[in-house]
């Protein structure tokens, strides 16, 4: 199991699991597979998913995952672990922190954008994080009746910044910025009303304690049953 190298490679900001320093290695990294198991045994959930529907999400979640990576290293994933903060957006960063994230974002030198992750990693990450939001506020300035698929396709995105924004990098940070300040907006206003809203996170809280210490007890008991410790 590579787990607990890519949490330690993480850490230490390494690409390469290979080599890392195992010396930082934590027990929670060992226990944690075993208090999963747990989690899951205690609450009966026993049945089996169906291969196909695994094989499908794990194509759909691998295919969206790889889309974001990291701000400050491309051959990264965006990680809320990583050791530099700039190298990651929150869904509670201010608009000032997102503007400041990604204008420190690394890109490249060239005078135009284009779609090309093997030879520009930094910048086609970043037309893939727009292109994930459909061209973002770029669409203000498209047609109504442009396909959709487009949209999606960074290629594209670097065709409409290059068309109508200049084509800079400088161009692509400031449309990224404007794109998830917005998406954002609603997400954090709904967020700040939970976590103001008196008691209302206290009471989620107390339903889903209650409801699991009444699965975990019904269990326990028929574990103890059957290894003779209860009456």
């Not at 060992?30 to 205690?42: G, R």
């Not at 009471?203 to 889903?208: E, F, T």
Request: glycine share 4%; charged share 25%.
């Amino acid at each position: 199991m590579t787990t607990w190298k890519s949490k330690i490679a993480t850490l230490q900001n390494s690409g390469n699991i290979d080599h890392v320093n195992e010396s930082q290695l934590q027990l929670g990294l060992f226990t944690y597979p075993v208090l999963q198991a747990a989690d899951i045994l205690m609450y009966n959930r026993f049945f089996r998913v169906p291969e196909q529907i695994i094989s499908t999400y794990a194509v759909l979640t691998a295919a969206e995952s790889k889309r974001v990576l990291s701000l400050r290293n491309p051959d990264q994933k965006m990680s809320k672990s990583a050791p530099d903060a700039n190298s990651r957006i929150l869904i509670t960063d201010t608009p000032e922190q997102i503007r400041a994230k990604v204008k420190k974002a690394v890109t490249d030198s060239e005078p135009h954008l284009s779609f090309d992750p093997a030879n520009r990693p930094a910048v086609s990450n970043l037309l893939q994080i727009l292109a994930g939001f459909e061209c973002g506020v770029l669409r203000k300035a498209l047609s109504s009746s442009e396909d959709p698929a487009r949209l999606c396709d960074p290629s594209f995105v670097a065709q409409v910044l290059n068309e109508r924004m200049g084509g800079s990098g400088a161009s692509l940070k400031t449309a990224l910025v404007d794109t998830i300040v917005e998406e954002l907006r609603p997400i954090q206003s709904e967020y700040n009303r939970l976590l103001h809203e008196d008691g209302y996170l206290d009471s989620i809280a107390q339903l889903g304690r209650d409801k699991a210490r009444e699965q975990c007890q019904e269990t326990m008991t028929g574990v103890r049953r059957l290894l003779g410790l209860h009456n």
